[in-house]
């Protein structure tokens, strides 16, 4: 079912079309499939989907999102982790015969959801708290990718970006990474 859902966001962002900006200012729109290190799960691989909106141009600057999630199960806890990763970008990108090379910051936060299941507690009567607990939290975040998009048919191209990410969760530094396979648009 998650691949399905995948698939159908990425044939929708890829359709999407978007409008000159201003003075003819071009713009990039790219989205696909999403995969890391949850943000604060301590293991496991979180997969989803991601979007961006970028201006093009030697020096860029854009917004990205992506959701993905994560489960793990111990002996005691079945582990449901959620990531909305929402980013302001900047970046440094060079124009190379059909593709472009980019350097890209995104600066933001990392809105998780993390829901624990008591293995086999249903079975034992455990209801409430004792069952399942539930915790949202809002952590500060950024990323440095080296992305690739190389155009494919006309305006349409295929995009490849990751590298290292960080966030803080209780003050202290967790360090991953996060990496994208997609579709690309140029306007």
Same mark, same amino acid.
């Given at each position: =079912?998650?691949?399905?859902?995948?698939?159908? /966001?990425?044939?929708?962002?890829? @359709? *999407?079309?978007?409008?000159? *900006?201003? !003075?003819?200012?071009?713009?990039?729109?790219?989205? /696909?499939?999403? =995969?890391?290190?949850?943000? %604060?799960?301590?293991?496991? $691989?979180?997969?989803?989907?991601? *979007?961006?909106? &970028?201006?093009?141009?030697?020096?860029?600057?854009?917004?990205?999102?992506?959701?993905? #999630? #994560?489960? !793990?199960?111990?002996l005691t806890w079945d582990v449901r982790h959620d990531d909305l990763r929402l980013?302001?970008?900047?970046?440094? &990108?060079?124009?190379?015969?059909?593709?472009?090379? #980019?350097?890209?910051? @995104?600066?933001? /936060?990392?809105?998780?959801? !993390?829901?624990?299941?008591? !293995? &086999? +507690?249903?079975?034992?009567?455990?209801?409430?708290?004792?069952?399942?607990?539930?915790?949202?939290?809002?952590?500060?975040? %950024?990323?440095?990718?080296?992305?690739?998009?190389?155009?494919?048919?006309?305006?349409?191209? $295929?995009?490849?970006?990751? +590298?290292?990410?960080?966030?803080?969760?209780?003050?202290?530094?967790?360090? /991953?990474?996060? +990496?994208? $396979? @997609?579709?690309?648009?140029?306007?």
């Open positions: =079912m998650r691949f399905v859902a995948c698939l159908a /966001g990425i044939l929708a962002i890829g @359709g *999407a079309r978007v409008g000159r *900006a201003d !003075e003819g200012e071009r713009v990039v729109v790219d989205g /696909g499939l999403v =995969m890391g290190l949850p943000a %604060a799960l301590p293991t496991g $691989l979180a997969v989803g989907v991601g *979007a961006g909106v &970028q201006t093009a141009g030697p020096l860029a600057w854009g917004v990205r999102a992506s959701w993905s #999630a #994560a489960s !793990e199960s111990t980013r302001l970008t900047g970046a440094v &990108q060079h124009d190379v015969g059909r593709g472009t090379l #980019a350097l890209r910051l @995104g600066v933001g /936060g990392n809105w998780v959801h !993390e829901t624990r299941t008591r !293995e &086999q +507690g249903d079975r034992a009567g455990l209801t409430g708290d004792e069952l399942r607990t539930t915790a949202w939290s809002l952590l500060p975040a %950024a990323d440095v990718e080296v992305a690739v998009v190389v155009r494919v048919i006309g305006d349409f191209a $295929l995009a490849v970006s990751g +590298g290292p990410s960080i966030d803080l969760l209780d003050g202290t530094p967790h360090v /991953g990474w996060i +990496g994208s $396979l @997609g579709v690309a648009w140029h306007d």
